[in-house]
T-cell receptor
Framework: GAGVSQSPRYKVAKRGQDVALRCDPISGHVSLFWYQQALGQGPEFLTYFQNEAQLDKSGLPSDRFSAERTGGSVSTLTIQRTQREDSAVYLC?????????????FGNGTRLTVT | QQQVKQSPQSLIVQKGGISIINCAYENTAFDYFPWYQQFPGKGPALLIAIRPDVSEKKEGRFTISFNKSAKQFSLHIMDSQPGDSATYFCAATSNDYKLSFGAGTTVTVRA
């Protein structure tokens, strides 16, 4: 697999349920990002990992959102007690090194619908 | 709030025509400006990027023009093809990682 892989591709959750979204970055990529993309909008930054360390979580909308990256590889974004406003596409991206010119490689996202 | 304002929201161009998308920003600390292309159901893919010390950058049929004093930059797609039909996002960053995206422009190229 040459690209960033995200699962599940689609997730429907009832309001109040917890969901876990998985990201498998490109092997060897140092940096990992999560973005939230509402319908018809550009992606909004959620959080950033450098290897295992979560260096910035300033974009997480509330304390119901959390993320981790185990072993500097796979990452999981968890949303507790989902609300309807959490419905969006959640995009994971990885890049080979740190620095603004390091190219972001996005996955195809997980579309979350909260009913 | 949106740190990068993008226009138009959508545009239609004939095959072979020129598509022009404009972006404006206020944060003078921004120093790297990438453009991303997104097809339905896919994640964004990096298309081309520019730094403010350069006024123009061209890669194939895609050209970025940058006006530092006006705090504006634009993407020109020359000789537009049906395969260019996608949503395009401008973005900007002032640090190592956090990108601020525009709201996107949906381009439709009519054959």
């Amino acid at each position: 697999g040459a690209g960033v892989s995200q699962s599940p591709r689609y997730k429907v959750a009832k309001r109040g349920q917890d969901v876990a979204l998985r990201c498998d970055p490109i092997s060897g990529h140092v940096s990992l990002f999560w973005y939230q993309q509402a319908l018809g909008q550009g992606p909004e930054f959620l959080t950033y990992f450098q290897n295992e360390a979560q260096l910035d979580k300033s974009g997480l909308p509330s304390d119901r959102f959390s993320a981790e990256r185990t072993g500097g590889s796979v990452s999981t974004l968890t949303i507790q007690r989902t609300q309807r406003e959490d419905s969006a596409v959640y995009l994971c991206a990885s890049s080979p090194w740190t620095g603004e010119s390091s190219p972001l490689h996005f996955g195809n996202g997980t579309r979350l619908t909260v009913t | 709030q949106q740190q990068v304002k993008q226009s138009p929201q959508s545009l239609i161009v004939q095959k072979g025509g020129i598509s022009i998308i404009n972006c404006a920003y206020e944060n003078t600390a921004f120093d790297y400006f990438p453009w991303y292309q997104q097809f339905p159901g896919k994640g964004p893919a990096l298309l081309i990027a520019i730094r403010p010390d350069v006024s123009e950058k061209k890669e194939g049929r895609f050209t970025i023009s940058f006006n530092k004093s006006a705090k504006q930059f634009s993407l020109h797609i020359m000789d537009s093809q049906p395969g260019d039909s996608a949503t395009y996002f401008c973005a900007a960053t002032s640090n190592d990682y956090k990108l601020s995206f525009g709201a996107g422009t949906t381009v439709t190229v009519r054959a």
